[in-house]
């Protein structure tokens, strides 16, 4: 049974760092790919970053320069660094794992952005 647990979100104000992460269990976690996916209020769930198996990534075009997407295949954990937070980034924040075309997700962490 897979199961992802994300951990590390918090209110922050805006310019502040975050680092979320995730701890999965229950798969084949090194050859899979990873992800964290945000859904703000009112909007739908959307594409945050993405890490493949071999450690290419890939970003939402408004948190490129900020956000960095990490891996750590001994801990079985994905992990994401939020750097100069913005209110917009204001979100539950799910992590995400692909397995043979399975999405599989985690129940989700608050990010709050706000002065």
């Known amino acids: 049974q897979v199961q992802l647990v994300e951990s590390g979100g918090g209110l922050v104000q805006p310019g502040g760092s975050l680092r979320l992460s995730c701890a999965a269990s229950?798969?084949?976690?090194?050859?899979?790919?990873l992800g964290w996916y945000r859904q703000a209020p009112g909007k739908q769930r959307e594409l945050v970053a993405r890490i493949a198996s071999s450690g290419s990534t890939n970003y939402k075009d408004s948190v490129k320069g900020r956000f960095t997407i990490s891996r750590d295949n001994a801990k079985n954990s994905v992990y994401l660094q939020m750097n100069s937070l913005k209110p917009e980034d204001t979100a539950v924040y799910y992590c995400?794992?692909?397995?043979?075309?399975?999405?599989?997700w985690g129940k989700g962490t608050l990010v709050t952005v706000s002065s």
């Open positions: 995400w794992e692909g397995i043979y075309g399975i999405n599989y």
């Open positions: 229950g798969s084949i976690f090194s050859i899979n790919p």
